[in-house]
């Protein structure tokens, strides 16, 4: 099974005058051409299932039974075991691709997934919060500040008063 999860991007033409970090500052770029030249551009530097899972549970298992009125704790124990539970069906991979939308003129991003099994729909929804939490802070990140550098424009996974929801597409 594999799980697609995807979402409009930002894409910007930097402001000499300004660091590339405020795109918000920045000229946004909207010609079908370019975006189209960054269609099928896949960043391979990270790998998106080398940041989840490997939760060690133990402590915070002894926490609970210590302290079994803290939700708070119950509540970060469960998402560990959900994390740990989510990574244990993933194969090796994820990585940031570029699919441009002529429809719409839109260039997005996907990260794809390989799985072992079927998700729940709990696993699918915690799958795409990190997703997205890569995007915006991790992966997606290490990859806009590259990416001047490599294609001459500013490409932000996640613009910032973007209001686009990822969507999840399940593909068997």
């Not at 979402?7 to 946004?28: F, N």
């Not at 915006?136 to 209001?163: A, Q």
Request: charge should be negative; include cysteine; proline fraction near 5%.
């Amino acid at each position: 099974m594999r799980v697609s999860i995807s979402q409009r991007v930002g894409v910007y033409k930097r402001d000499p005058e300004r660091p590339w970090y405020m795109e918000a500052k920045h000229e946004s770029v909207n010609d079908p051409d370019t975006l189209a030249g960054l269609h099928n551009t896949r960043y391979e530097d990270e790998r998106f299932t080398d940041f989840i899972g490997g939760m060690d549970t133990a402590f915070s298992e002894q926490y609970v039974r210590e302290n079994p009125n803290d939700e708070a704790a119950r509540d970060s124990l469960e998402r560990f075991k959900l994390e740990n539970a989510v990574a244990s069906t993933l194969r090796p991979g994820g990585y940031l691709t570029f699919v441009y939308k002529p429809d719409v003129n839109e260039l997005w991003v996907v990260t794809e997934y390989e799985t072992t099994r079927e998700l729940e729909p709990r696993q699918l929804d915690f799958l795409k919060e990190y997703t997205t939490g890569q995007w915006s802070d991790g992966i997606g990140e290490n990859f806009l500040s590259e990416s001047e550098t490599r294609y001459g424009l500013i490409v932000d996974c996640c613009p910032r008063g973007s209001d686009v929801e990822a969507v999840v597409e399940i593909v068997n």
